[in-house]
């Protein structure tokens, strides 16, 4: 709304600005009519005099006394009228750098939870912040510069899949356990998913204490990590855990796009498309993977992932059991 009203703004002082141009012209070319012959034999020529004479004719009448001649007549409303055009010049620029920083910031605060981690984004709050109250001989090379951060900024966005993995009632699992036992064996798991995540290209990981959060290129690279998990967890629990009870995990996966710091950790990126893997994880069965439909359906082998009926988030959820 801001920017529409300074755009008005802009507009009407830019008219302002050429109609007092367009004023000095025709004060210009009265002072040359003289000159020029059969001039006034042109009817619209005849109608730019009249319309000088009487601009002078006002000008003498509510400023001026009639002993002013008619060459300092026209001299005054030259001045009067470059003066009131400068002014309107810069009012009109004034303007147009507030819609645009308006508009700028309106797109900043669409990134900001995107991109609140970003030093690039730090960067250009600082650069629009600057534009608002730089001169308007600076202004031009910090727009410059603004708008190249802001295509940085924009070239990190891209489509990403994502793994929500949490061990099923871990708190239970550790009643009556020694310890030294749980760490050993928590430690081991996560050397485990670990080796698995590494195996299929995840691009970067974040734990919580028993669970992990995994981003990946390809909704098949997810899909892959997940079974690969759930499917050795029979040799985890047979050979190498020492808790009596045996590990079973819940997945939930998403994929869409978005803006990705490849600087940020990923606990520090926050999106939509992230909370929704998490939200799919939390609902899924033992040792099942929920897979959002918009993450299925550009898959070209579904082997064993089925409609679940579910709906989460409001979307349609698919379901691979082992």
């Keep these: 709304m801001q920017k529409i009203l300074f755009t008005l703004l802009k507009l009407i002082a830019k008219t302002c600005y050429l109609t007092l141009l367009a004023l000095i012209v025709i004060v210009l070319f009265s002072v040359a009519a003289p000159y020029i012959k059969n001039i006034k034999s ?94 308007k001989k600076d202004r031009e090379g910090l727009l410059k510069e603004f708008l190249s951060l802001k295509k940085e900024l924009d070239s990190s966005g891209r489509e990403l899949a994502f793994l929500s993995i949490d061990v099923v009632g871990s708190t239970e699992m550790k009643q009556g356990e020694e310890p030294t036992v749980i760490e050993y064996d928590f430690k081991m798991y996560r050397h485990f998913v670990e080796e698995i995540l590494s195996k299929h290209n995840c691009i970067k ?82 040792n099942t993977i929920n897979i959002a439909k918009s993450s299925v359906e550009p898959l070209v082998a579904r082997d064993g992932i089925q409609p679940s009926g579910k709906e989460i988030d409001g979307y349609e959820v698919y379901e691979w059991k082992k």
């Excluded at 309106?106 to 730090?122: D, R, T």
């Design 42 to 135: 042109h009817s619209y020529i005849h109608d730019i005099l009249n319309y000088e004479q009487w601009l002078r004719t006002q000008l003498r009448a509510y400023i001026l006394t009639d002993s002013v001649g008619k060459g300092w007549q026209r001299l005054i409303l030259i001045v009067v009228a470059f003066i009131s055009a400068h002014i309107f010049s810069r009012i009109a620029d004034y303007f147009s750098t507030l819609a645009s920083y308006h508009q700028y910031k309106s797109e900043l605060n669409n990134l900001k939870e995107k991109l609140s981690n970003s030093e690039s984004y730090a960067s250009l709050g600082n650069k629009l912040e600057e534009l608002k109250s730089s001169s």
């Design 205 to 286: 990981a974040t734990w919580t204490p028993d669970g992990v959060m995994c981003c990946f290129a390809t909704v098949d690279e997810t899909i892959l990590t997940a079974k690969g998990i759930i499917n050795g967890l029979d040799d985890f629990n047979r050979n190498i855990k020492n808790m009596k009870s045996d590990f079973r995990v819940r997945c939930g996966i998403n994929s869409g796009f978005l803006y990705f710091d490849e600087s940020a950790p990923l606990e520090q990126i926050s999106d939509r498309v992230i909370d929704i893997a998490g939200h799919m994880q939390k609902y899924a069965q033992p």
